[in-house]
């Protein structure tokens, strides 16, 4: 069996891409996805933590974050289409109406 | 599970019941009496509010230790249900008038309320992410509720694109915290630290992680730029419970994890913590200067907010003081909760549709006009800068007083120097209102004066006897079941 910093460490280069991802770029549905890959690394690492420790917890915790990122998602799509509807542009550098 | 997991829940239970029972009663209601919604709701929450204050006292845990039940959860359970009645008075007639009067807007509210509930409760990371997704969704949906208004539909996806972003970096430290020590509770955790068994390094990592993540939620500089915009474009009765809720949660899940779970960390993360609650202070106070827009002040004014509270952080690893530490953050938290009520109440009294009336300027006359009104908001601005006798200076006082005992004299200081210069923004509101000729437009309606009128009451009495509240605050301290 492979150790499980091998593990580890692809969930944290993930999470680092999905960071890396929402800091750079400028789509909304793009944002999103790379929120969702931080998310599925969290899973990954609790997965293979669980694994490793023999403990079943990690893996319960992950249906809970699933089920989390579901409901993230139904909201999120509604909100971006929304704003599509009224702006025609889901671009977020022109998201800019508030100033201050 | 047995029932008396389901009894140390029950204002929970109520809270998320009552809210699924309203949307099937929402379909028997016309559509021009959606406000019989607010009431039904309030009930609902009044319902929750007697049984959480009926529980008060006693400290015991359910749920295979994933909720605790203890001073702390009770104290907070007990802000936040009276928070979500003021959040209903302020949006009762608000929405009307704005043209959003659906019943959503109730249902929603509560939910979030429920996830708000949990937190207070919540002894486990995963509980804590939980609790925070809930708090979170409902409050997306309610930033955007005045679609198709342009400016709530971008406030409400720049909160759920940040939101959203923050529960990652909970998801993903709480993962290594895990791995760390085995384990997701907090007892669990102390235990492994204090037998050695964790892996220091992990935890460190996750720490870090969770406070950037719940650094999000309660907008502490550098993880605030969400926060100006979302309170400008939010409707403002959603602003409000925003504010005031949200931040909370988001403190009592940083109490709650880093002054019992990680406190062996300080040496590591006291620097940080003291560097962040600085620069929140510094940077709130000096950009809220130069804001005209007065959701946008307020927006800067809870940013400095969020720093006064995470002051008590540093004092994390010091035990002999942590009860004074966490009584004074409660206490903040409530005189926080009061004051912004009411604040944000003028504000929704003052604005006009289309975003009119919502510039300092638009205040100018206030005090010859409207006297009353006056006089309130101006014990909000002083509470909210800390003159006595309002609840601010006390809770000010009392933070002050906790980091000194802890020995963070720099910290104290830089408190003290950003509290003045707030002074100016507060007292310009001040100074717009008595000095400068104008024709304010204000709208007298029922539960919002009272609103008013409540919270300004209670700035000022119960900043005179505020020791009880205190001593209840300082008694809400953590279980931790052995």
């Not at chain 1, 669980?50 to 893996?59: E, S, Y």
């Not at chain 2, 997701?184 to 969770?210: C, E, Q, W, Y």
């Not at chain 2, 909760?337 to 006009?352: Q, Y």
Request: charged share 10%; hydrophobic share 60%; with cysteine.
């Amino acid at each position: 069996m492979l150790p499980v910093s091998y593990f580890i460490g692809l969930a944290a280069v993930l999470f680092a891409i999905g960071t890396l991802g929402v800091l750079i770029r400028r789509n909304a549905i793009i944002i999103f996805m790379s929120v969702e890959l931080m998310l599925n690394a969290g899973n990954l690492a609790f997965v293979s933590f669980a694994r490793a420790f023999g403990l079943l917890d990690g893996q319960i915790f992950v249906f809970f974050i699933m089920a989390m990122a579901a409901a993230e998602v139904a909201v999120g799509l509604a909100l971006i289409v929304d704003i599509f509807h009224t702006k025609q542009s889901i671009d977020i550098d022109q998201m800019n109406s508030m100033k201050g | 599970m047995n029932f008396s997991d389901l009894t140390t829940i029950l204002p929970l239970i109520t809270l998320v019941g009552w809210a699924i029972i309203l949307i099937l009663v929402d379909l028997f209601i016309p559509a021009q009496r959606k406000g019989i919604m607010a009431m039904l709701s309030a009930i609902g929450i009044m319902i929750s509010l007697v049984i959480a204050i009926c529980q008060f006292g006693g400290q015991t845990t359910a749920f295979s230790g994933m909720v605790v039940f203890d001073g702390f959860s009770v104290f907070l359970q007990i802000l936040f249900l009276i928070s979500g009645l003021a959040a209903i008075a302020l949006a009762y007639d608000y929405i009307k008038r704005q043209g959003i009067e659906r019943s959503e807007y109730y249902i929603l509210l509560m939910f979030s309320l429920s996830g708000m509930t949990l937190m207070a409760m919540a002894d486990d990371l995963i509980i804590i992410f939980l609790a925070l997704e809930l708090l979170s969704i409902p409050l997306y949906v309610l930033a955007g509720f005045a679609n198709p208004r342009l400016d709530s539909e971008e406030a409400a996806l720049k909160y759920f694109l940040l939101g959203s972003f923050s529960d990652a970096f909970v998801v993903f430290g709480t993962a290594l915290v895990f791995g760390a020590a085995r384990t997701t509770t907090i007892p669990g955790i102390i235990a492994a630290i204090t037998v050695g068994a964790a892996n220091l390094i992990l935890l460190m990592v996750g720490a870090a992680l969770i406070l950037i993540g719940l650094g999000f939620k309660v907008s502490i500089v550098p993880f605030h730029m969400w926060t100006p915009d979302v309170y400008q474009g939010a409707p403002s009765s959603v602003t409000a419970f925003m504010a005031v809720g949200a931040k909370t949660a988001g403190f009592a899940a940083l109490l709650r994890v880093f002054m019992a779970a990680f406190n062996t960390l300080a040496v590591d993360l006291v620097p940080v913590l003291w560097a962040l609650a600085a620069l929140t202070m510094i940077l709130g106070n000096i950009t809220a200067i130069v804001q005209g827009n007065i959701k946008r002040l307020l927006a800067y004014s809870s940013i400095a907010h969020t720093g006064y509270i995470s002051m008590v952080l540093v004092t994390i690893n010091q035990s002999r003081i942590t009860q004074h530490a966490v009584g004074a953050a409660l206490f903040y938290l409530v005189a926080y909760a009061v004051t912004s009520f009411g604040a944000w109440a003028v504000v929704i009294t003052l604005e006009h549709s289309e975003g009119k009336g919502l510039n300092v300027e638009d205040y100018a006359g206030l005090g010859r006009k409207y006297p009353a009104l006056a006089a309130a908001m101006t014990v909000f601005m002083l509470s909210f800068t800390g003159v006595p006798p309002t609840l601010g200076f006390l809770g000010k006082f009392y933070i002050f007083r906790a980091v000194l005992e802890g020995g963070y004299v720099g910290l104290a200081i830089i408190g003290v120097l950003t509290s003045l210069v707030s002074a100016y923004y507060y007292l310009r509101v001040v100074v717009v209102m008595y000095m400068r000729e104008g024709e304010p437009l204000v709208r007298k309606e029922f539960w919002l004066s009272s609103t008013i009128f409540m919270t300004a009451i209670a700035t000022v009495i119960v900043s005179i006897f505020s020791t009880p509240l205190f001593t209840w605050a300082s008694k809400g301290i953590m279980f931790i079941p052995k």
